[in-house]
């Protein structure tokens, strides 16, 4: 949310109500972040400590990163689709080794992501392209 375009009524002059309410949404992020990275150290020292194994400590970091997103969303605050494909990767690392899975998945993951970079390059590349032209047709 681009404050400067929110916090302005409709003659261009601050709005004061609207400037209050863009900082308490900001500073609830922001607590929000400090709750899950806190939440993020005791759950990995716990599990270090009690030695849960690889899947459980993987699999609990996964739930609190996409349960921090949940709150996020039911909050009104803005996902972070970065860490929803983070806390999916953990939560699918945790699986992996919690169920000993014998085909290594750091390959399937690049396969993976080889693809989805193919497909954004095509499928983006081409809504992107009708609104640019080719630097050398710009300096003819």
């Known amino acids: 949310m681009d404050m400067m375009k929110y916090c302005f009524g409709s003659k261009g ?8 309410h863009f900082m308490e949404h900001h500073n609830r992020a922001r607590k929000l972040d ?3 990275w ?12 009690s030695n849960v ?9 996964a739930v609190i990163i996409l349960g921090m997103q949940a709150i996020r969303w ?9 860490w929803i494909v983070v806390g ?3 939560g699918i690392g945790g699986l992996w080794e919690y169920f000993d899975v014998q085909t290594p998945l750091a390959p399937i993951i690049l396969i993976i ?15 992107h392209s009708r609104h640019h032209t080719h630097p050398k047709e710009s300096h003819e």
């Open 113 to 127: 992501a080889g693809i989805a970079l193919l497909v954004s390059v095509t499928w983006l590349g081409r809504k």
């Open 34 to 36: 400090a709750i899950g």
């Open 88 to 90: 999916i990767g953990f």
């Open 13 to 20: 002059k601050p709005d004061f109500e609207k400037m209050m």
């Open 38 to 49: 806190a939440l993020f150290f005791i759950w990995v020292g716990v599990a270090w400590i």
């Open 74 to 82: 039911l909050s009104g605050i803005k996902l972070e689709t970065f």
């Open 53 to 61: 194994g690889l899947g459980v400590g993987l699999s609990g970091v």
